[in-house]
């Protein structure tokens, strides 16, 4: 046996998708443990770039089991669409590259329409969601109202599920959020027909995850979003719907926690966040621009402009503490070539007294002002470094400092979005 869990250290978009098919050419089976289609992983290869949502990152390995887990809510038209426009670019020609859990939760016509009118209604004090339903199919997963996968293979009781819970959900979409009301019979139909559609994925993963496990395969789990989006561990309220720390790789994909070996994060080398919420080392004006144009910071997802500021080390390692970090994989260290001095956050200040901790009420939090060191920044493009003796002094000190203020290994360094810009200090397995 032997596995990694890949999380994302920051706020999400820490580039988790090239790192996870990157190490797929080591693994034997990619397994993706929560979230839905809010997530948005880019690969880029051989000049060709494409972006999964809900698709496992190890897609274009074809000879890869690739698992959507029991901890997602899977939205079946997206997952069909995604796997033909897959298809379509030559990539995903065998059935038997994904399997889909039956247990996994379904995303449903209303959770996106409750979705939006809670947004709408919340005016200015939104979360800034992905408008994909993920909430409220989370929400309905806790209060057992979930359609899960594999009810779509079983026309009666989907009907009888489906019948029980809408005029709850009807009840809600007329009468608070003033759309109109969904016909529960054209909603069977259209799920069970995504049922035939999917049915050659759909089946109990976890007997199939733990004859890899036995059979000592290299495991690789892919987490989506980010720490400071973890639904107990991020900025609340302003977080997504799921677990995202690496523990969770073991509930949202049933196996145990002594099956987990290494746990590396994907960590930015500054700082972006989309949608709402605090963020201490937002840089508004100028060099929050540059950022976004050189680092390409627009949403995988959404589209929506990224927030970008500067390295956060309380965060990196409320990060490290949260998930037990063994590896960090830092991406876009290309990014900052040209930018000097560089400003890291190393500590926070509230209310005048330092602290070097997420404080958990979101508006103390909001207060907080970090407070920075300056490093000597690079000038040299580092897109064709290819070992770390090839990056610059100054570049190689912002990695160490990294290393120094947070304890952990830097396993990985990234250099360009492409699979062969990247710099392997350490073995994944
Ligand atoms: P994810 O959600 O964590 O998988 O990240 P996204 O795909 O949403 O966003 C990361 C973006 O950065 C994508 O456009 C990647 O192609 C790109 N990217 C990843 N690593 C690097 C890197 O080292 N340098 C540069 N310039 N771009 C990178
Ligand atoms: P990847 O996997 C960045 C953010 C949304 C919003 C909040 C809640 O690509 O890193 P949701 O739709 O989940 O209810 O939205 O979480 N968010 C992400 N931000 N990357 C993601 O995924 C995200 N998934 C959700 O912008 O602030
Ligand atoms: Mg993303």
Redesign the pocket.
Known sequence: MSTLVIV?AQW?????????DLLTSRADVVVRFQGGNN??????VGGE?I?VHLIP?GILYPNITNIIANGLVVDPSVLISEKAALRERGHFQKDSQLLVSDRAQVIMPYHKIIDHGREDLLGKAKIGTTGRGIGPAYEDKASRMGIRVGDLLRPASLRDRIYNVMDEKNFLIERRFKRPKLNPEEVVQEYLSYGEQLAPHIADTTIVLQSFVRGGSHVLFEG???TLLDIDHGTYPFVTSSNVVAGNACAGSGVGPNVIEKCWG?V??YTTRVGEGAFPTELTGSLGEELRE????Y???TGRPRRCGWLDTVVLNHSVRLNGLTGITL?????LTGISPLSVAIGYELDGKPIDYIPSDINEFGRVKPRYREVKGWDEPL?DCRSFDDLPKNARDYVEMIEHMSGVPVTL??????RE??ILRKTPF
Not at 39 to 44: N, Q, V
Not at 331 to 335: E, G, R
Request: glycine fraction near 22%.
């Open positions: 994302g999400g978009d820490e580039g988790k998708g090239k790192i996870v997530a948005g992983h880019t690969l880029k770039q972006i990152s989506a979003q980010g994907v930015k080398a050189k680092g390409g910071e949403g995988a997802t991406t876009k260290m290309d990014v897109s360094v990234s250099v360009g979005p492409a810009q990247s």
